[in-house]
């Protein structure tokens, strides 16, 4: 028999015939493996049943169903029926192995802890656990995800699975489990975690980016068809699949952090979950995909993966150190990665190039004893032609390995098949779109209402010309977040879920519609007005900076029908702005930075605006702003605590002064002559905070906040943005830095920021204000983050003190800044648009601390220091050395893991100046090296810095006394490029010591 991937004819017995082979295919290879009993189908005989291979085994059958269902007959209605009903007996019987493990999902829930995740793999014929927790590694959240997506795929195409209101609970319950994907490093596709197999777990672009496809595929889904009401409606907060693309797009085009290229990423780019949203990054993407990983039998999995290779020594699990390199240009190919490509070629309609993927996939067949082509799982090298394979990649026969065939590969052949000779479209298989996820859609136009608090500000808006009504007088209601919160808790809410499984975040999408219940209406105030009484609050340009940044999200990142809507309420405080005028005087001109507004109305905002449907309603009443909070709250929100629960000691203290500035230099003295006064005062030191904060005295409100040890409600939150950008975050200097790489609890960060704010208090609050600017800034702008690994938080805020007094030392003047400065001071350092006080350009001195203080590094640095790495046996600086081994013998040049191994390695010197003078030497060196006869074992260089310097102090003045380092002032303030530049100097003493 031969592959029948192609039409034979345009009559219908033929196409009858054509058909028939693919089931006869389907039935050798698939479904007779589906158990009679429990329906699921296990990778090969005899063996357990994973998620993910079941799954993908259902997609094919259900392929076929579809297939059947348009050529209809009478010859093919049982063939119809039985595959119908297949699918959905597999798909439940997945579903009672994953219900029967409803606990693990509320453990999961609160505990992210891998020990209690869903099983990976489950008994065949049971249905029961294979396995114990601690036996395999089962939190693998892109199978769980797939699951999701695929329930939710079967159902919209007619085919209902779930059947009960416990059941929808249930998989209501399954989307919290995986939206913690964006946040959750797990084991993976290849069910290892890092590729050193150590069960190290690790952020993965495929976990993240098949939740996040699941997330938008089952949203506002009604899981009982069209038999189904409101109660059988899966309800997902919007902002969870917007965290997990944004965390995606932080990854890709890598896989994780010791993968920097991975083939599992095709099962996210294209089908099932086309999950990019972005063309650029898809195409790159792709083209890295190819470049780096196709071979003449598929695809390798990831550089340097030595699974089922001939060297691969099977009696452990784990590699040893150093041992990856072992395996270098004889990883095995596997042939399914070339389907995920056929199929998603079929999809994108480019024909010719699918009919050439579809003649390769045919050639990598083995044919059974009927004839029937079966996928195996890979090709690798034969242990007599490793080293001929070595030395001339791809130039030796490779030998089909592993499971023939391969369930998971077998699948996807079947799919691209009936395809192929057009059996099924794309619609069939993907009826809820998608595919069509990297098409552009259209910006939304924000509409945004005002609310007076009293009648001057009624007052103010008449003057402006510009719809405000009453909040007191309001017909709708206005809602605060704590009661948005509520709302989402409820939802989707039965007798097994518990208010502890719901979400507790608000996000500015879910503050950007309106709730309905019966005929209540009710809108929101933004998220971010919760923190209203945190200092930085108090500056009114940052709410309007908060509000800006929300325009352009909101616009670009809609996801409902209708409007997104951001209700203000005018305060007297804001009134007597000038930067509330400028403000809102932009936005009546109908567009505002590139985003498109609208002035207007609550009633007129209504009609146009997005309702989300409310299940029940939670005791609200009224506070005395017209705002309604939930009826347990009191009523002043409790926005802010302090860490430090103080108390007065019964005695009164004077702080006399007739401003918040002069008490506090009286209280500065207290606490000189007596160390616990601010234990023993505590409410004097609150009562100073208050009046400095009416005043708006910055360096006193920040002062008296570290001191009170005050914490802003989302720093956490904040934290946690940063860090899952694939970023660090470290505290402290020198021999006491520590560094953040995965989110910490709120109890772990405050420790973090006391730990390290003993010596300089204030630093309590610079620490929380600092990070929550850069998440700010990281939102609304990633690329000015580009080539920043590890933020140093100490060094950033000596870089801000030396900026604004000249004195890295002395913050005096930066916590004079208002919030907005300090803001904007931060945004256009990392910008590079920071200026001296009479406009001129930077020094080349300042250029340098800027990026050494950010750890910004220039584009290929990591590649020319890898290249130096292979050359030698290590680097040395001054005594600190970085070896070559293990680093390149286990890592790739691209690996995140590498750039962490160089960053701690660079992070060691002792100033940011000569830690960017270094790099300079390293670029140098990295651009020189084809042209170097030879390179020590190990390359010292300090020794090529300072005899660069040496030949610079030959050729100019210098000033002996003013240095850093034994490096003059002048060197580092002398630009890299031109005659004169460093870089001549360099290059110069690199052809003295090695030409």
């Known amino acids: 028999a031969v592959v029948s991937t192609q039409s034979t004819g345009s009559s219908e017995s033929s196409i009858e015939e054509n058909l028939l082979y693919w089931y006869s295919l389907a039935k050798k290879t698939i479904i007779e493996a589906q158990h009679p009993v429990t329906g699921l189908i296990s990778a090969h005989p005899g063996s357990d049943t994973w998620v993910r291979d079941c799954t993908y085994a259902i997609h094919s059958i259900w392929a076929l169903s579809l297939a059947f269902e348009k050529q209809l007959s009478d010859s093919n209605r049982s063939i119809h029926h039985e595959l119908k009903y297949r699918t959905l007996k597999g798909m439940r019987g997945l579903f009672r192995c994953l219900f029967n493990q409803k606990d693990k999902v509320d453990k999961f829930n609160g505990s992210q802890s891998y020990l209690d995740s869903l099983h990976a793999k489950y008994d065949t014929s049971t249905g029961k656990t294979a396995v114990g927790d601690d036996q395999w590694g089962h939190l693998q959240l892109d199978a769980t995800s797939l699951f999701v997506l695929t329930l939710a795929q079967i159902t919209s195409s007619g085919y209902v699975i779930v059947q009960t209101l416990q059941e929808v609970d249930f998989i209501q319950r399954l989307v919290l489990y995986i939206h913690y994907a964006y946040r959750t490093p797990d084991f993976g596709v290849y069910e290892r975690g890092d590729k050193n197999n150590r069960g190290i777990r690790e952020l993965s672009a495929c976990s993240v980016g098949m939740a996040k496809a699941a997330l938008v595929a089952i949203r506002n889904l009604n899981l009982f068809g069209a038999q189904g009401g409101p109660k059988s409606v899966i309800y997902v907060p919007p902002d969870m699949s917007r965290q997990c693309n944004r965390v995606l797009e932080a990854i890709l085009p890598r896989g994780s952090k010791s993968k920097e290229i991975d083939s599992s990423v095709w099962s996210i780019l294209s089908y099932p979950a086309f999950a990019v949203e972005k063309d650029e990054l898809l195409t790159q993407c792709k083209e890295n995909l190819k470049d780096s990983l196709e071979g003449q039998y598929g695809y390798k999995r990831f550089l340097l993966d030595g699974y089922k290779t001939p060297l691969e020594d099977t009696s452990r699990l784990h590699y040893n150190l150093g041992e990856l390199r072992n395996f270098e240009n004889i990883e095995c190919e596997w042939p399914i990665y070339l389907i995920y490509e056929w199929i998603d070629e079929l999809f994108s309609k480019n024909i010719e190039t699918a009919c050439k993927i579809k003649q390769k996939v045919e050639s990598l067949m083995v044919f059974d004893e009927d004839g029937y082509p079966l996928v195996p799982e890979l090709y690798f090298v034969p242990l007599d032609k490793v080293e001929e394979e070595k030395a001339n990649s791809g130039s030796q026969v490779r030998l089909c390995g592993g499971k023939i065939p391969f369930i998971w590969a077998q699948s996807l052949f079947i799919v691209a098949g009936l395809m192929?000779?057009?059996?099924?479209?794309?619609?069939?298989?993907?009826?809820?779109?998608?595919?069509?996820?990297?098409?552009?859609?259209?910006?939304?136009?924000?509409?945004?209402?005002?609310?007076?608090?009293?009648?001057?500000?009624?007052?103010?808006?008449e003057e402006h010309q510009i719809p405000c009504s009453s909040i007191i007088n309001n017909q709708v209601s206005v809602i605060n977040t704590n009661v948005v919160a509520q709302f989402w808790r409820d939802i989707g809410l039965t007798s097994l879920a518990t208010n502890n499984s719901r979400p507790q975040r608000v996000s500015s999408l879910q503050t950007s519609v309106a709730y309905q219940f019966e005929n209540k209406i009710f809108v929101a105030l933004p998220e971010y007005s919760l923190m209203s009484s945190y200092y930085n609050n108090l500056d009114n340009e940052i709410f309007i900076q908060k509000t800006i940044a929300r325009l352009s999200y909101l616009s670009s990142q809609w996801c409902f029908s209708g409007r997104p809507l951001i209700v203000i309420i005018l305060t007297p405080e804001m009134c007597f702005e000038k930067a509330t005028s400028r403000f809102l005087d932009t936005l009546k001109s109908g567009s505002f930075q590139g985003v498109q507004v609208k002035l207007c109305s609550i009633q007129t905002a209504l009609t146009t605006s997005f309702k989300q449907q409310l299940k029940c309603l939670p005791p609200l009443t009224k506070n005395q702003n017209g705002v309604y909070?939930?009826?347990?709250?009191?009523?002043?929100?409790?926005?802010?605590?302090?860490?430090?629960?103080?108390?007065?000691?019964?005695?009164?203290?004077?702080?006399?002064?007739?401003?918040?500035?002069?008490?506090?230099?009286?209280?500065?003295?207290?606490?000189?002559?007596?160390?616990?006064?601010?234990?023993?005062?505590?409410?004097?030191?609150?009562?100073?905070?208050?009046?400095?904060?009416?005043?708006?005295?910055?360096?006193?409100?920040?002062?008296?906040?570290?001191?009170?040890?005050?914490?802003?409600?989302?720093?956490?939150?904040?934290?946690?943005?940063?860090?899952?950008?694939?970023?660090q975050i470290s505290f402290g200097e020198g021999g006491n830095e520590e560094t953040i790489s995965h989110p910490p609890s709120t109890a772990e960060f405050l420790d973090y920021i006391q730990r390290h704010s003993k010596e300089k208090a204030i630093l309590f609050a610079i620490y929380q204000e600092v990070l929550l600017y850069l998440c700010e800034i990281i939102q609304k702008n990633p690329a000015l983050f580009k080539g920043i690994l590890r933020i140093r938080l100490d060094l950033l805020i000596r870089l801000i003190a030396k900026e604004t007094s000249g004195d890295a030392d002395s913050f005096d003047q930066m916590c004079m800044l208002r919030p907005i400065e300090f803001y904007q001071f931060i945004s256009k350092l990392l910008s590079g648009g920071i200026t001296t006080s009479e406009d001129e350009e930077l020094t080349w001195e300042t250029i340098r601390y800027i990026d050494g203080s950010l750890n910004r590094l220039p584009k290929n640095f990591h590649h020319s220091l890898y290249s130096l790495l292979n050359l030698t046996s290590g680097i040395d600086i001054n005594g600190n050395v970085i070896h070559s081994f293990p680093l390149t013998n286990e890592m790739t040049a691209g690996e995140p893991q590498f750039a962490i191994s160089i960053s701690n390695w660079l992070d060691k010197l002792p100033n940011p100046q000569l830690r960017q003078l270094y790099v300079e030497v390293i670029m140098i060196l990295g651009s020189l090296q084809k042209m170097i006869k030879r390179f020590p074992e190990l390359i010292e260089l300090h020794t090529v810095l300072y005899q660069a310097h040496d030949l610079f102090v030959q050729e100019c003045v210098v000033d002996p006394t003013d240095h850093l380092c034994g490096i003059s002032r002048e060197f580092y303030l002398t630009p890299p490029t031109g005659q004169y530049g460093t870089l001549s100097y360099l290059t110069q003493a690199i052809a003295n010591l090695y030409c």
């Not at 069509?436 to 808006?461: D, G, H, M, T, Y």
């Not at 006193?700 to 860090?723: D, G, M, N, Q, T």
């Open 420 to 461: 192929h000779n057009d059996f099924i479209s794309a619609s069939d298989i993907d009826p809820l779109n998608r595919r069509l996820s990297a098409n552009k859609k259209p910006a939304s136009i924000v509409q945004i209402v005002l609310l007076s608090s009293n009648e001057r500000c009624q007052e103010f808006a």
């Open 629 to 727: 909070i939930l009826s347990h709250q009191s009523g002043k929100l409790k926005c802010m605590y302090n860490l430090m629960d103080g108390s007065s000691d019964g005695t009164e203290a004077q702080l006399i002064g007739e401003n918040a500035s002069d008490r506090w230099d009286c209280l500065t003295k207290h606490m000189r002559d007596e160390p616990n006064f601010v234990e023993n005062r505590f409410q004097e030191v609150e009562n100073l905070y208050n009046l400095a904060s009416q005043e708006k005295c910055w360096h006193v409100i920040r002062h008296c906040s570290a001191l009170l040890c005050k914490v802003h409600p989302s720093i956490s939150e904040s934290v946690l943005h940063i860090l899952v950008t694939q970023r």
